[in-house]
Each structure stands twice: as structure tokens, then as C-alpha cells.
């Protein structure tokens, strides 16, 4: 991962929001105890991630497997690839940028979802390409291509594996026990397929959608840290304060590295 010299721009302000709908919502949170028990299924941290620079065309991926054999994947898409490292809409919007609470929380043990979090391998891709996983929680790796696949896994806290998935073969599965991230996968064998995931002992966190739009609910009344991670623009954090009611509004702007 690369860093960035992206500053951000967060304006802070405490409004009502109805009617949005936004991807990756989910609730939890760090260890710093700044915070009280007072919570409010109204309450909620809602923003958008934007990015200031040149709106640059998304490159066709190269589908050669890892010695340069043109890959079988070709078949499963009418159209071209697109690499998807930095996914910026007309508007400016940033995808795929996770938003997660850092510090402010006091400790405590959360409860496990009990549905699993999922890695799909489909059409020569890993979908999500980003996402959270509490501690404890069942991530499961699914191949629903007719070729195979593996999963590597690139993480330094919890223990680094490397899974391979034939067609049709079961789903494989993980759980993990110490929280870290940001952690890449990636297909040894098909080199452009690669993901990101992040090992929470909270579930306060989200991932943007195509507008560059989050939101995290149920967040206790307090001051936080919150965190926005990019995979090609690093990392920006803000200060915010929630209140029992109403939605907390921030703002990220990752600004292109060539200004």
C-alpha cells in the first residue's frame, strides 16, 4: 500500500438524514474509554469520501496467468476488465474506501455475528473487493468459477494462509482471532485479482459505495477517532463527537498524489 500526501477536509455537523441509502453498514468500535453507553438506533455517522484530482480512465486488466499464458478467464466477459484500485465516479466520488472508528470507545467484547462474512470468487474476480471482519467471525472464501482459484492471504497479526479452490469445490473457511488490517489477498494464479480486509474487534464500520457514500449506526454518544483507508491513497483520520440522536456528518477528500 501506498501512502499519501491527501489531506482531509472534514466538516463536522449534526443533522437529521432520512431516506439514504448507503452500502456497508455495520456497529462497533476501539479502546479508548471517551465514550458513554448512550446509544440510539437513530444515532449514526454518515459522510462521503470524495477525491480531488484528474477523473483518469480505468485501465483494461491484463488477463495472463503467472508465467503469461492468456487466461480461460477471458471467456466469462463480454467486455474488457477494468482494474479496480481506484474506482472515482463522475461527481468525484471515491469507492471502496473503509471507514472505521480507531479510538473512543471503552472496552468491551462484542457480540459475533452470526452470519459468516464472505469472499466470493466470481468471474475472475474477489468480491468484495473490500470489507470488514469481526474478530471471531466465520469468513468464508467461495469459488463460483469453473476454473480454480486460491486465496492468499497476506496478514502479519492473525496467521497468513494460502487456499486453493478447484471449480466447484466447497467453500473454505477462517476465523479470526487478533484484530489487524489492512490485509491484501490476492490469486497466485490469476495475479490481477486481488481484495482487502480488515480484522475489527468492533463492528463500527463501512465501506463506501460507487457514490463514496458510508454510514455506521448505533455509535454510544462520545468524541472518536474515525479512520478512512485507501488502497492507493493511504490514510486520513478526523475527530468527531455523536450525540444520542440525529446523524454526525464527515466529510474525506483524498487529493491525486501528482498535485
Not at 94 to 107: D, H, R, S
Not at 178 to 197: F, N, S, T
Amino acid at each position: 500500500m501506498r501512502c499519501s500526501r491527501a489531506k482531509a477536509i472534514a466538516t463536522l455537523t449534526v443533522c437529521t438524514l432520512l431516506g439514504l441509502t448507503l452500502a456497508g453498514q455495520h456497529r462497533g468500535a476501539d479502546a479508548d474509554d471517551k465514550s458513554d453507553e448512550t446509544t440510539d438506533d437513530n444515532a449514526s455517522v454518515v459522510g462521503v469520501v470524495k477525491f480531488d484530482g484528474e477523473r483518469l480512465k480505468r485501465k483494461p486488466l491484463v488477463l495472463r496467468e503467472k508465467g503469461g499464458k492468456l487466461s480461460d478467464c477471458h471467456i466469462l466477459h463480454d467486455n474488457p476488465l477494468l482494474d479496480e484500485s481506484r474506482i472515482v465516479s463522475a461527481k468525484g466520488e471515491l469507492a471502496n474506501v473503509f471507514i472505521y472508528v480507531k479510538k473512543g470507545l471503552k472496552k468491551k467484547i462484542y457480540p459475533i455475528p452470526k452470519s459468516p462474512a464472505l469472499l466470493n470468487q466470481e468471474k475472475c474476480m474477489f468480491r468484495p473487493r473490500v470489507q470488514g471482519i469481526q474478530v471471531g467471525q466465520e469468513f468464508l472464501m467461495r469459488n463460483s468459477d469453473p476454473m480454480t482459484h486460491n486465496v492468499r492471504s497476506f496478514a502479519r497479526r492473525n496467521r497468513a494462509f494460502n487456499v486453493a479452490q478447484p471449480a466447484k469445490s466447497p467453500d473454505r473457511d477462517r476465523v479470526f482471532t487478533r484484530g489487524e488490517g489492512a490485509v491484501k489477498l490476492q490469486c497466485d494464479i490469476h495475479p490481477w485479482m486481488k481484495a482487502y480486509y480488515f480484522v475489527m474487534e468492533h463492528p463500527y464500520f463501512a465501506v463506501t459505495n460507487e457514490k463514496g457514500q458510508f454510514k455506521i449506526n448505533g455509535l454510544p454518544t462520545g468524541e472518536y477517532t474515525l479512520v478512512a483507508w485507501h488502497e492507493e491513497y493511504g490514510e486520513q483520520k478526523v475527530e468527531i463527537t455523536v450525540a444520542a440522536t440525529g446523524s454526525t456528518d464527515v466529510g474525506f477528500t483524498f487529493e491525486d498524489k501528482a498535485k
